[in-house]
C-alpha cells in the first residue's frame, strides 16, 4: 500500500486558515468515511486531531475541522495559532484492513 | 483513561529480531472493546502502521512487513509485543504503541515511543 499524498509544507500568518490535502484511492480514503489526522509536535507522540473525517475529538479546538470529496480528504485550521506549528498526518482505514499513513505536511505560523 | 508505555532494547543488530512490549494500564487487554497496534516512524521521516491485533488473537498487518512481524498478546501481563525479524537500518525508527476501539478506525492512545536503532 502506498503512503498517502500530502503538501510537504503549508504555511500561513497568525488568524489565517490553510488547508492541507491528503489524496489517496478508492480503496483508502475515497472508499471509506474513516480518514483522521494526527498532531505532531517535536520529539512528541502524534495526538488525535480529527477522526471519520470531520470529528473532533473532545478537548480538540474547533478551529480544527475536516472533510473529504472524492479521493482527497482536506484538514483546515482557522485562526491560526503559534501553538499550531506542527507535523501534520492524515490516515485512512483500507479495503484490505490496514491502515495507510500520510506522508507528513509540516505547518509553520509566519 | 488508557495508558501505554513502550519498552524494549535500545539498540539491536543487523539480521537480528526486534522485539518490543507494550504495557497496558488503565484498562484490560482482553477486552473486547480495543485493537492494539504498533507504528513506527523513522528519523526525520513519516509514520507507518505495521499492525494491529485484537484480544482474540486476530492480526492485521502492513503488506510491505508481513512476512517480518509478528504480533502477539500476553493477557497474564497485560501487554502487547512486537517481533520484527531479520531487521537492517532500515529498521531504525521511534515505536509507538497505540489502540484504536472496535468498530472505529483511529489511533486515540498512544504510548510515548521507543527508540530502536540498528547497528552493528
Known amino acids: 500500500q502506498s503512503a498517502l499524498t500530502q503538501p510537504a509544507s503549508v504555511s500561513g500568518s497568525p488568524g489565517q486558515s490553510i488547508t492541507i490535502s491528503c489524496t489517496g484511492t478508492?480503496?483508502?480514503?475515497?472508499?471509506?468515511?474513516?480518514v483522521s489526522w494526527y498532531q505532531q509536535h517535536p520529539g512528541k507522540a502524534p495526538k488525535l486531531m480529527i477522526y471519520?473525517?470531520?470529528n473532533r475529538p473532545s478537548g480538540v479546538s474547533n478551529r480544527f475541522s475536516g472533510s473529504k470529496s472524492g479521493n482527497t480528504a482536506s484538514l483546515t485550521i482557522s485562526g491560526l495559532q503559534a501553538e499550531d506549528e506542527a507535523d501534520y498526518y492524515c490516515s485512512s482505514y483500507t479495503s484490505i484492513s490496514t491502515y495507510v499513513f500520510g506522508t507528513g505536511t509540516k505547518v509553520t505560523v509566519l | 483513561q488508557l495508558q501505554l508505555q513502550e519498552s524494549g532494547p535500545g539498540l539491536v543488530k543487523p539480521s537480528e529480531t526486534l522485539s518490543l512490549t507494550c504495557t497496558v494500564s488503565g484498562g484490560s487487554i482482553s477486552s473486547s472493546n480495543y485493537y492494539w497496534d504498533w507504528i513506527r516512524q523513522p528519523p526525520g521521516k513519516g509514520l507507518e502502521w505495521i499492525g494491529s491485533?485484537?484480544?482474540?488473537?486476530?492480526?492485521y498487518y502492513n503488506p510491505s512487513l508481513k512476512s517480518r512481524v509478528s504480533i502477539s498478546v500476553d493477557t497474564s501481563k497485560n501487554q502487547f509485543s512486537l517481533d520484527l525479524t531479520s531487521v537492517t537500518a532500515a529498521d531504525t525508527a521511534m515505536y509507538y504503541c497505540?489502540?484504536?476501539?472496535?468498530?472505529?478506525?483511529?489511533?486515540?492512545?498512544w504510548g510515548e515511543g521507543t527508540t530502536v536503532t540498528v547497528f552493528s
Open positions: 497505540a489502540t484504536h476501539i472496535y468498530f472505529f478506525y483511529y489511533m486515540d492512545v
Open positions: 471519520e473525517v470531520s
Open positions: 491485533i485484537y484480544y482474540s488473537g486476530s492480526t
Open positions: 478508492s480503496s483508502d480514503v475515497g472508499g471509506y468515511n474513516y
